[in-house]
């Protein structure tokens, strides 16, 4: 079944340059508006070789891994207290649903204002971008855990970590594995975006560096880029899902 699936995509996505090598031929496009496949593949070549693609890849890999992983660091655990205490939820969710909704670019003159430029100001906007979902989301997770759980857990005399470990986190695990899925993807956009802005280097600004030289067979191998690591973290948090579940149950 993996080995059919697999195949399908391949075959979608030659459909898909074949498409594209074809509209470009007929097309009668010069390679400043749109260029050949085969034009992109010698800039990704050339690109990789002189090390160019991959420094900006590791620059935004670094930025998302750091924004990211302290998101997730402050925004369970966060989310687990609002889920809890009821006193808690009322005061800080307000707040929290007011910031939710602004776009984390909104938040660019402001983070270069206290950052500066260079990695500080793209890490802190992954992390909004990254926090505020994973709050709501393991809120929304806990809220919902069904209250005979805890008057079981009150009978046995569970402390609060017995709790959170053997009721709470089993509990929202796959809501909170679909929502560290989902909030990669946007840490993955937002990075992208903060890096024609505030920094000078990673895939965003290599994307706004090729399209002030009219370079777009550049600005194509950058998105290419984009949408293979993309798919990739997709894979690897799908991945990582499968085998916290089974680990998991296992101890427990």
Do not use: C
């Amino acid at each position: 079944m993996k080995n059919k699936s697999l195949l399908l995509s391949l075959l979608s996505f030659s459909l898909l340059i074949i498409l594209w090598a074809v509209f470009t031929h007929f097309g009668n496009f010069s390679d400043q508006v749109f260029p050949s496949p085969i034009l992109v593949l010698n800039s990704a070549i050339e690109l990789f070789n002189n090390g160019t693609l991959l420094q900006h890849v590791v620059a935004s890999l670094y930025r998302v891994t750091v924004g990211f992983y302290l998101a997730v660091l402050l925004g369970i655990p966060l989310g687990i207290m609002l889920g809890r205490m009821t006193l808690v939820r009322q005061l800080v969710n307000p707040i929290i649903q007011f910031l939710r909704p602004i776009s984390p670019l909104a938040w660019i003159p402001l983070a270069m204002l206290w950052f500066g430029i260079g990695d500080k100001p793209a890490i802190f906007l992954i992390f909004l971008s990254s926090f505020f979902p994973l709050v709501v989301a393991t809120t929304m997770a806990v809220s919902s855990i069904n209250p005979v759980y805890f008057h079981v857990a009150s009978n046995f005399n569970f402390s609060q970590q017995e709790i959170i470990k053997k009721v709470i986190i089993p509990a929202i695990l796959p809501e909170v594995l679909t929502a560290l899925r989902l909030t990669i993807a946007i840490a993955w956009l937002v990075v992208v975006a903060a890096e024609m802005i505030a920094v000078q280097s990673g895939l965003g600004y290599l994307i706004l560096d090729a399209r002030n030289a009219l370079r777009m067979d550049i600005v194509m191998v950058g998105m290419i880029v984009i949408g293979m690591i993309g798919v990739m973290l997709d894979l690897i948090m799908l991945r990582l899902a499968a085998i916290d579940s089974i680990a998991w149950n296992k101890e427990s």
